[in-house]
């Protein structure tokens, strides 16, 4: 069974940086695809970034185009979001997810073909 644990959440001001990681332990870890995903209180959760599980390709969306980044050390089972610029409208519980891949480069961008969720981690904007 596949686990994944997210950190690095936390309160900042608008502009400051953060790094979140996610854990990813129970299977081969450069067999899945993975995506990050955030939950802001009385909202959908919405697609946040996406990488395959070669790390060659990735997506993100187009409200942290160029401020968010993903990327993924698959010898280390972890998964990064490094956010930098961020606005008081970022803060959102933040999930990490893992699809296994069906090929080197697939991105997932639709949360139900993700199998396995982590547990979240807050990250709170203050203007």
């Known amino acids: 069974q596949v686990q994944l644990v997210e950190s690095g959440g936390g309160l900042v001001q608008a502009g400051d940086s953060l790094r979140l990681s996610c854990a990813f332990s129970?299977?081969?870890?450069?067999?899945?695809?993975m995506g990050w995903y955030r939950q802001a209180p009385g909202k959908e959760r919405e697609f946040v970034a996406a990488i395959s599980w070669s790390g060659e390709a990735m997506h993100s969306a187009d409200s942290v185009k160029g401020r968010f980044t993903i990327s993924r050390d698959n010898a280390e089972n972890t998964l990064y979001l490094q956010m930098n610029s961020l606005k008081p409208e970022d803060t959102a519980v933040y999930y990490c997810a893992a699809g296994f891949g069906k090929w080197a480069e697939e991105v997932i961008t639709d949360r139900d073909e993700y199998d396995y969720w982590g547990q979240g981690t807050q990250v709170t904007v203050s203007s």
């Open positions: 129970g299977r081969t870890f450069a067999n899945y695809a």
